[in-house]
């Protein structure tokens, strides 16, 4: 059964930076898309960013340009580089495995594997 970890959140100041990590375990890594979703209080799951096996990106509208995906296959690892963060960027990061970056840019209903989250909190 795959086991993803992730780690890497904190408070930060707004126009500050930071980097979440997510390590893979129990599963062929390279084969599959990973990505990243966040949920803030009161509000449904929303995707972040997502990556291919072959490194093609997606991202959601309001982090283009300021959060960065990236994975190392070798180190089943996935990471999201995040910067000029904004107050409203505070929520539980969400590291989530799928099929595809097209289907997994859809909504959190398409993700079956899930970490256990890590607290971005961004202050103003």
């Known amino acids: 059964q795959v086991q993803l970890v992730e780690s890497g959140g904190g408070l930060v100041q707004a126009g500050g930076s930071l980097r979440l990590s997510c390590t893979a375990s129990?599963?062929?890594?390279?084969?599959?898309?990973m990505g990243w979703f966040r949920q803030a209080p009161g509000k449904e799951r929303e995707f972040v960013a997502g990556?291919?096996?072959?490194?093609?990106?997606v991202y959601a509208q309001s982090v283009e340009g300021r959060l960065t995906i990236s994975r190392d296959n070798a180190k089943n690892t996935v990471y999201l580089q995040m910067s000029s963060l904004k107050p409203e960027d505070t929520a539980v990061y969400y590291c989530?495995?799928?099929?595809?970056?097209?289907?997994?840019?859809?909504?959190?209903?398409?993700?079956?594997?899930w970490g256990q989250g890590t607290l971005v909190t961004v202050s103003s």
């Open positions: 990556i291919s096996w072959t490194s093609n990106t």
């Open positions: 989530a495995l799928g099929d595809s970056i097209g289907t997994m840019s859809k909504g959190a209903k398409y993700i079956g594997v």
């Open positions: 129990g599963r062929t890594f390279s084969s599959y898309a």
